[in-house]
Structures are given as structure tokens and as C-alpha cells.
């Protein structure tokens, strides 16, 4: 992975640190939610590494781990070993998103590239700044707006992919649930779309002084009838580190 490190740092280290005067002129419900994910003196990285498990539905709920190297401005690539037979990766990177997955390392189940997977994969990479909050700082490319005390949206791009992403906070300040409008196929149909995307929260943890969503369930149709059919995925978040 130390290669992809490198690709989706794309430059020098970190120098700047958070202070709350940066955020003074947005809504109070961001700038709670801003102060409340990040601690003063923060290193801002635009990069994090993280270590998850969790299970994921394929017909029926497995077991997985997962590495992942995160830049919400640049890309991602999640790792992931499944049930400890299936492994593979998910990746955006140059504007280009692919999956690879194989069964005991040799038989393919699926290889999957193209507008379409790049458009989702992008959406996906933007809305999982939630695990990289420094990168939702306004100096990343972030439009922020308050709908209401508990309810607010960020709107970022990821290389031509726009996402607007819906955050619920809780009283704390921290991240309830969240959503989106994610370009994808959850039905198989061969018709790809935009549909909700999102999830419950059900736990955080400060790392590296982020505080992040640590553990919940995702999937498509989130907020709808169809949401019990559409969540595949439940994670919990071991370990993260600025990079």
C-alpha cells in the first residue's frame, strides 16, 4: 500500500494546523460540527490510513478486514479480504474507478472499470471525508450550509463527480447519520442511476485528534422503504492515522 500512499498524497507534508478561526464565518451547526470532529493544533491532512472490520452482505452477511488509504480530494483505494477466501480491491484514482475481486487469490468474481464504476466510486471517495474531517475544511474545496440546528450539507467534488452530502448531527455535535445521492445499479438491473446512499452511526472515536464515525451500517436506499433490502455493509473502524 505504501505506493498508493505516495500517489494520493501528491506533495509535501503537512505544515498547517487547525485553529477554529477558520472557520468562523460559516453556520453555527457546521462550525459545531467542524470544532466538535477536529481538536485545535491538528495536523491538516488531506490523506488518512485506516484499518476496519466489519461484515458485508454478498447474498449473505461475511466477515472482513480491510485496509484503506483515503485522500478525498485525490482518491482511495479500500483493500479487503472477505470471509478469508475473497480478496480484492475498490479504487478511484486520475479520475478512474475500478474493482477487482478474486476467490482464494485465482477465480475471478469481479472485474468491473468505466464511466459508470468511476462516477460511484467518486461519490463514494467525497462522502467518506466524514473518516477525514480535516479535509472538510472550506481550504479543501468544501461549500458548507446549514438547513437547519441539526441538519447540514457539504458539497465537494472529487474529480468531475460533484456529491452534496447530508449530515445529521446529534446533540454532541457528531454525525448521526448520513446521506447522499450516489450514481450506481443497486438492483443489478443494468440501468445505473442516482439513488440514496447512506447510514446509520453507532459509535466514534478520536484519532489523531479527528473524531469520526467509528462504527454503523451503510447501503443504498438509505431514508426509504427499501432501505432494510439496500444495506450491505457494517464497519467498525480499528485504527486511523493522518498521513
Not at 55 to 60: E, V
Not at 72 to 93: C, E, H, N
Request: charged letters at 20%.
Amino acid at each position: 500500500m505504501s505506493d498508493w500512499l505516495a500517489r494520493l498524497q501528491g506533495g509535501p507534508g503537512v505544515t498547517a494546523t487547525f485553529d477554529e478561526s477558520e472557520i468562523a464565518g460559516l453556520d453555527e451547526p457546521v462550525r459545531r460540527y467542524l470544532s466538535t470532529a477536529i481538536a485545535p493544533n491538528t495536523p491538516l491532512h488531506s490523506c488518512v490510513q485506516i484499518k476496519m472490520r466489519g461484515t458485508i452482505k454478498l447474498r449473505r452477511w461475511l466477515p472482513f478486514r480491510a485496509r484503506q488509504i483515503l485522500a478525498p480530494t485525490t482518491g482511495f483505494i479500500w483493500r479487503a479480504r472477505v470471509a478469508g477466501l475473497i480478496s480484492g480491491y475498490d479504487q478511484y484514482f486520475e479520475e478512474s474507478g475500478a474493482m477487482r475481486w478474486r476467490l482464494g487469490g485465482l477465480l475471478p468474481l469481479a472485474q468491473m472499470s468505466g464511466p459508470d464504476v468511476s462516477r460511484s466510486a467518486a461519490g463514494r471517495g467525497a462522502a467518506e471525508s466524514v473518516w477525514a474531517p480535516t479535509t472538510l475544511l472550506p481550504r479543501f474545496g468544501v461549500r458548507w450550509a446549514a438547513v437547519d440546528e441539526t441538519t447540514i450539507t457539504a458539497r465537494r467534488a472529487l474529480g468531475p463527480t460533484e456529491t452534496s452530502l447530508t449530515l445529521r448531527l446529534d446533540g454532541t455535535g457528531q454525525i448521526a447519520s448520513f446521506i447522499f445521492d450516489r450514481w450506481g445499479d443497486p438492483d443489478s438491473s443494468g440501468a445505473w442511476g442516482l439513488h440514496p446512499f447512506g447510514g446509520e452511526v453507532t459509535a466514534h472515536r478520536v484519532f489523531d485528534g479527528m473524531s469520526i464515525p467509528s462504527a454503523g451500517r451503510l447501503g443504498w436506499n438509505f431514508g426509504t422503504g427499501g432501505w432494510a433490502a439496500g444495506e450491505f455493509f457494517r464497519f467498525e473502524i480499528r485504527d486511523l492515522a493522518g498521513a
